[in-house]
């Protein structure tokens, strides 16, 4: 709506002024100079929109490393689920080892008892057989043997004797047998626990390569994270870029309205003392009329708005102080303004007429103001940074010497001192518009 408006009011601005080729200079200078700001107008326009899909790309590019983040972080989460679960297995192998160790030291213990206890009958029986030879023990077997009162009474005799030695005996076989069973049985659990011994191996080398995979994906999610927050940081730029764009886009609005007006009230007063002459040389009757007319304009004490002019006038020197800096290249690098350094309360001041495009504290520029002027035909944009305090907001009007705040040490700065940029046409973040103000602004 608004835009559509200052389009039509172009329109019929620039109309007059094509059809008046045959009238005052001024008139055809007036009409460029809406030209010139109407073409900043759009290049502005398609700065912003470059900043636009910059914006864009970022954007794009840090949902594509959050959907990244999002497939690593599930990686982890799956990795960490398979090591508690090997931290479990593990856990599980360690009972069962240790549970098969008791086992074996319970049969151990059991297999030393048994051992003990045959070699104790071993001895016995030797003591007994032993005995039999030296005491006659022997010979009371053969009495006992000699003793029979028939072959029925022998037969029963030696079956009892035979009894008592295989008594004996069976006793020993069987202490035998049960130490057998008891070592095959301890043979098989050491197998038992070599095998757990060789699965509990396997799930720490499962365990081991888990990790391995889990630090390398936290390394990713790590980088990932570090080039996100650089992304944003990058954005930051931008949206402060696209702000500053956008702020200009309204400041040279503002300055083409105020061109507009500045035109009508020219043509009003130009209407004015072209009758007033003419109602002059109608009283005197005397010499030519045109001439009268350009000595009476330039004569008039009334309150003449004359158009901005190409000379030293249109500016002033925005602060006192010394020069501490030139434009240029420096030890720091490219430097797209020139410093003004000074001690106390210093004022400073808009170095032309124009439009604040934006009154802001940034992290580099500290307290910094950007303004549009309109100087004879070409626009200029003017920076003032690191600033103790700012006085005037976006979107004002102001007046060539006007105090717009206080110098400072805002921002990225190292003492006090006004960074002062001058900029042929609109800031860009670039700065390929810079220029030296020396020559043109009075320093
Ligand atoms: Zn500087």
């Known amino acids: 709506m608004k835009k559509s408006i200052i389009t039509l009011s172009l329109a019929a601005v620039l109309g007059f002024g094509s ?72 856990e599980e192998k360690n009972q069962e080892i240790a549970d098969t160790k008791k086992e074996i030291e319970k049969l151990e213990a059991e297999i030393e008892i048994l051992v003990e206890r045959i070699k104790k009958r071993n001895e ?8 039999y030879q030296e005491t006659g023990g ?69 365990k081991k390569s888990l990790n391995a995979q889990k630090a390398e994906k936290d390394k990713l999610l790590a980088s990932l994270k570090h080039e996100e927050e650089e992304m944003h940081a990058h954005k930051l730029e931008l949206a402060e870029e696209n702000e500053i764009l956008a702020a200009q886009e ?17 043509a009003r007063q130009a209407e004015l003392a072209r009758q007033k002459a003419a109602a002059e ?35 002033t020197r925005p602060a006192a102080g010394r020069l501490s800096s030139g434009f240029g290249s420096r030890s720091l690098g490219e430097h797209f303004g020139v410093d003004i350094a000074a001690g106390g309360t210093v004022p400073i001041v808009a170095a032309a007429d124009g439009v604040v ?43 060539k010497g006007q105090q717009i705040g206080i110098m400072g040490n805002t921002g990225q700065s190292y003492g006090q001192h006004l960074h002062f940029e001058l900029h042929r046409g609109s800031w860009n973040a670039g700065k390929t518009n810079a220029i030296n103000p020396i020559g043109i602004v009075p320093l």
Do not use: C
């Not at 690593?72 to 989460?77: H, K, L, P, R, T």
């Open 19 to 90: 059809i008046t080729v045959g009238m005052p200079i001024e008139k055809a200078s007036a009409a460029n100079k809406l030209n010139d700001l109407n073409s900043q107008k759009e290049k502005i326009n398609q700065q912003r929109s470059g900043v636009e899909s910059k914006l864009n790309d970022t954007d794009k590019k840090i949902s594509e490393n959050q959907g990244e983040q999002q497939s690593v972080q599930s990686e982890i989460e799956r990795l960490d689920k398979a090591i508690s679960d090997a931290l479990a297995k593990i």
């Open 124 to 131: 016995l029986l030797k003591d007994r057989a032993r005995n």
């Open 138 to 206: 022997m010979v009371s077997y053969i009495d006992v043997l000699m003793g029979a009162q028939s072959f029925g009474d022998f037969v029963e005799r030696v079956g009892a004797v035979a009894t008592i030695v295989e008594a004996d005996q069976d006793i020993l076989k069987a202490h035998q047998a049960d130490k057998d069973e008891l070592e095959k049985k301890q043979n098989q659990v050491k197998e038992e626990l070599a095998s757990l011994e060789k699965m509990r191996a396997e799930l720490e080398g499962m």
């Open 250 to 266: 309204a400041a040279l609005q503002k300055a083409i309205k105020l061109e507009q007006e500045r035109q009508a009230e020219a």
């Open 281 to 315: 040389a109608a009283k005197k009757s005397s010499s030519s009329a045109g001439s009268s007319s350009s000595s009476d304009s330039g004569s008039s004490s009334s309150p003449q708005v004359s158009a901005p002019s190409v000379s030293s006038g249109a500016w």
């Open 357 to 399: 495009i934006r009154s802001y504290y940034s992290s580099s520029y500290g307290n910094a103001i950007f303004i549009a002027h309109s100087v004879g035909g070409q626009t200029y944009t003017t920076v003032y940074a690191h600033m103790r305090s700012r006085s005037v907001g976006s979107g004002q009007t102001v007046s």
